[in-house]
């Protein structure tokens, strides 16, 4: 691996930075996994495909068993400085079916970063023990710099971005991409609205990074006006030749769209800006009611990244409805990042079709 240092490595692009994240020798295969743009149409396709032989694997004992016998002999750490419940379970069972041994920080308090130590000298200690970092931080750029130190270590092993500050999380949108994939049958022609806080969703800027890599897509976004879509995704997007309209009507939409993606209002951070704990953590003109599924395309699905407040009405949870799919998409997060470790440590040749 090239190397090339910190201050050099800021100054390019994202596109430039992508060649210092794949495998050794390797063009278009992701080692460190940091941002949606790694992926390209050929490796989200086989990593689906890949996704749904793992799950049919895992239905019977034998395969199971097959499964927990490709990486007995690896150690995963997932690092998650940010409450998380969902992507650190994903990750945790998704490593566990591959048969690798576990372990976990959730408070960097407890840790020697608490006495002053850098978040480098932490990565390369954790290194020492383990063969995979996951990673979910407050901070932009930390997974990065994670991923950089591993580069310039003698012992080079995989970062994974769980999360990074308001700007990606990468494995999130391949999840989504699966899981719209599995709903839709196709994703090329479709039209996708993304709705609630999209300024701050690092769901929704992953996801409409991985939208370059499918035919005819339109996007519809959907946000109150201080919560809006980033000028940097519509200048992505505007490059890409991707249509896409911004509107503050969800009810408008509901019938034209293909899927929906709702996302929850992210106070946390308002609160960190000084917001009042009388604020509202939810906007009811964008809340999707009971009465709009009757108005959604038949072969259309409901999506949702978790979690969720207020912005879906909660009887939905409760419906048969195949288009109500945010609680098989949580669970396709599994199967995906299984699929991703798997193909990460060139296992995946080993299962069966």
Avoid at 65 to 72: C, D, H, K, M, T
Wanted: proline residues 5%; aromatic residues 8%.
């Amino acid at each position: 691996m090239k190397r090339i240092s910190w201050e050099a490595y800021l100054g390019l692009q994202v596109g430039e930075r992508i060649p210092y994240l794949n495998k050794d020798g390797a063009e278009n295969e992701p080692f460190h996994v940091l941002y949606a743009q790694q992926f390209d149409r050929k490796m989200l396709d086989e990593l689906c495909a890949l996704a749904d032989r793992i799950r049919k694997a895992h239905k019977a004992p034998e395969g199971a068993a097959l499964l927990r016998s490709l990486l007995p002999n690896k150690t995963a750490l997932n690092i998650f400085a940010q409450p998380s419940t969902r992507t650190f379970m994903s990750f945790h069972l998704a490593e566990q079916k591959l048969g690798m041994q576990t372990s976990d920080i959730r408070d960097l308090s407890t840790s020697s970063q608490a006495k002053g130590e850098t978040l480098q000298n932490s990565i390369r200690t954790f290194s020492s023990y383990v063969d995979l970092i996951v990673m979910r931080h407050p901070d932009q750029g930390a997974a990065e710099l994670a991923a950089y130190e591993m580069n310039m270590a003698d012992r080079r092993l995989p970062v994974l971005n769980g999360g990074s500050g308001q700007d990606q999380h990468p494995t999130q949108a391949l999840l989504d991409i699966y899981t719209l994939q599995r709903s839709l049958d196709e994703i090329d022609g479709k039209k996708i609205a993304m709705v609630g806080d999209l300024m701050r969703g690092r769901t929704v800027r992953s996801l409409s990074y991985l939208m370059k890599n499918y035919r005819d897509v339109e996007i519809y976004y959907v946000a109150p006006e201080r919560l809006r879509i980033g000028d940097d995704i519509k200048a992505f997007l505007k490059k890409q030749h991707i249509r896409y309209t911004e509107s503050d009507n969800i009810e408008a939409i509901v019938p034209i769209v293909d899927a929906i993606y709702m996302t929850r209002i992210q106070w946390e951070w308002d609160k960190a800006a000084g917001a009042k704990a009388g604020d509202a953590k939810y906007d009811p003109r964008f809340v999707f009611r009971k009465e709009y599924l009757q108005r959604m395309k038949r072969k259309s699905c409901l999506m949702h990244p978790l979690p969720k407040i207020n912005e879906i009405d909660p009887e939905l949870d409760y419906l048969e409805d195949p288009r109500v799919v945010y609680w098989r998409q949580e669970r396709n997060g599994m199967w995906i990042r299984a699929a991703l470790i798997a193909r990460i440590f060139g296992v995946d040749g080993q299962i069966p079709a």
